[in-house]
Each structure stands twice: as C-alpha cells, then as structure tokens.
C-alpha cells in the first residue's frame, strides 16, 4: 500500500537506490533505535569505517568515541540496535529488495545510519540531530574521506500539539541539516487535525527542509 502510496514503483523504473549518479553512497538517518542485524536489513546497516569499534578512541576525530554503529546519546555509545518501531521504520525505508526475504524499502541498497534519543525534550532532540549533521559536515568538508553522505533523516515520533515557538532550536536544526545538505521527513500526529491550527513537533516546524 505505502509503495503505491508513494509511487515507489516509478522511482524503481530510474533506480533502485544504493549510489548517487556521482558514486557517492546514500545514507539515511533514522533517528530511535532499530534492529538492523534482521536479516532483510542487516545488508542495508550502515557502518562507520572510519572508527575502530571498542578500542576507546576517537579514531576519526569526528567528536564520538567508539561509534561504530550510529550513536546513542542516552548511552555515550554505538548501543543502538533494537526497538520493533524503528525496525517497521527501517523496514520501509530500506529493507533490501530483490532477495526473496521479507519485504522492500523504498530505497533497496540504502545504508541506514541509526541514532537513538532520550526523549522529546528540545535539548535531547538537537543532541540527537547533531550526529547526522556533523557526519555530513565532516563528508562535506573532507571531500567524502570522513563522515557520511547523509541525505536525510527521519523521525517517526514527536509532539501532539506541541508548538514550534516553545522548542526554536529543535526546529532550527533542520535549517543547519538543511544548509549541509540534508533533508528531514517527521511523522505527524495520529489523528485527523491540522497541525498548523493545532501545532505539532516536528512537523509544524517552519524549516524549508
């Protein structure tokens, strides 16, 4: 249904997703833990190759010790495989196509990159966001020797009502991922209202991006 939704079919006409037309690899950010060993995701899992996993240094400068995996800011760490929600998430987004397992994400060979968050408190939210935005800052600025080709980030969660003007930084930051490069796609709320009468975080955010 959601691929019909969306016109997946068309997209998979031109491309099946993995690379850019420039070779550089996709990266998607899910922002809340997700299972990534499953076996129809596990070839899709993103992995920081310029860090030597539990070794206790910041190998690549970037800012993070040990991450891996993603990063976990409740944790200080690269604990992020997990969670039933984030994994329907990851499923939709890229789960592998074509292999007989499972079914298929809108983008077949994406790499996800997970980042988990401690809550909806404006400071945890931007603490969160900050990971994907300094990958691609580190991408952009080392010509892809660092970081990640980070094109987008989603948040399947929020605030039901919660208005922009109380959380400026939260919605600021889709400026500053924006400004780099990066898009952000947020879930809004489960019921049948308008959120700009109502408001809702993110959604209700006035980024361009």
Known sequence: ?????????GAWAISTGGLTATGDTIVVCIIENADLPHPDLVQNAWYNWGEVPNNGQDDDVNGYVDDFRGWNPMTDNDNVYGG???????????????????????????????????????????????????????????????????????ASWGINGGQPADSPLWCAMYDSLGAQGVLSCGATANNNVNVDVVGDLPTACASDF
């Open 1 to 9: 249904w959601h691929h019909q939704n969306i016109n997946s079919e």
């Open 84 to 154: 039933g929600h984030g994994t329907q998430v990851a499923g939709m987004i890229g789960a592998t196509g074509n292999n007989s397992t499972g079914v298929t994400g809108a983008n077949w060979a994406v790499k996800m990159m997970v980042v988990d968050y401690a809550s909806t408190q404006e400071a945890a939210v931007v603490e969160a966001y900050t990971y994907p935005l300094v990958m691609r800052q580190l991408y952009n600025t080392t010509g892809g020797q660092k970081g990640a080709f980070v094109v987008a980030t989603n």
